[in-house]
């Protein structure tokens, strides 16, 4: 079993800001494989597969970015889910606008969605993908830049990042994380 999280913010009012990026990219999955996040428990919104013998989670948790493990942990102690098969989908301020890294484990960056998950699961040992959104321009908090909706020129560029950060996840349904990052990175 494999479980996927993208990091957002619940409600319209965040919806297609920086800060969701994650959540873009678990709806892309979804709707390339015809998927629905129709369960609702662990404080998120998820979807159960199958996909051959491989069972697959789709995860959106609906804690609040600064709370992520609370949706995630609770989900991973009910199917019996270990890190080394959990990927978290996020938002990275040190990468270049429309940039996708994976990585298998790793400290928080600062980012406090992934402190969370940290803090709860009590490893860093799991698999990421990073998509970038660059760092704010001068005389921007880094608040006001992630709560932000993308330019018209990003928008270009994260609609390629979504697309290569859902591949790289459905890649991973059929191979190891290591092969992915090698192919995808």
Not at 79 to 92: A, G, Q
Not at 103 to 118: A, F, L, P, V, Y
Not at 146 to 155: A, C, H, M, T, W
């Amino acid at each position: 079993m494999k479980l996927i999280a993208g990091l957002g913010n619940p409600g319209r009012k965040y919806k297609d800001t920086r800060h969701n990026v994650g959540f873009l990219v678990i709806e892309e999955v979804a709707r390339r494989n015809g998927w629905g996040l129709n369960k609702k428990k662990f404080q998120g919104h998820y979807a159960i597969e199958h996909l051959g013998m491989e069972q697959i989670i789709l995860l959106e948790p609906q804690t609040y970015m600064n709370l992520s493990g609370e949706s995630i942990k609770p989900l991973m102690d009910f199917y019996s889910i270990e890190p080394e098969d959990v990927c978290v989908i996020y938002d990275d301020l040190d990468l270049p606008t429309g940039k996708v890294r994976m990585r298998q484990n790793g400290g928080h960056g600062g980012h406090n969605g992934m402190r969370s998950i940290i803090d709860q699961l009590g490893t860093k040992n799991f698999n990421r993908v990073r998509v970038g959104i660059d760092r704010p321009k001068p005389g921007m908090t880094v608040t006001d830049h992630v709560l932000g909706k993308f330019s018209k020129e990003e928008k270009v560029e994260m609609s390629q990042a979504i697309t290569l950060a859902a591949d790289a996840c459905e890649a991973w349904f059929k191979h190891t994380f290591q092969e992915v990052m090698n192919q995808h990175n």
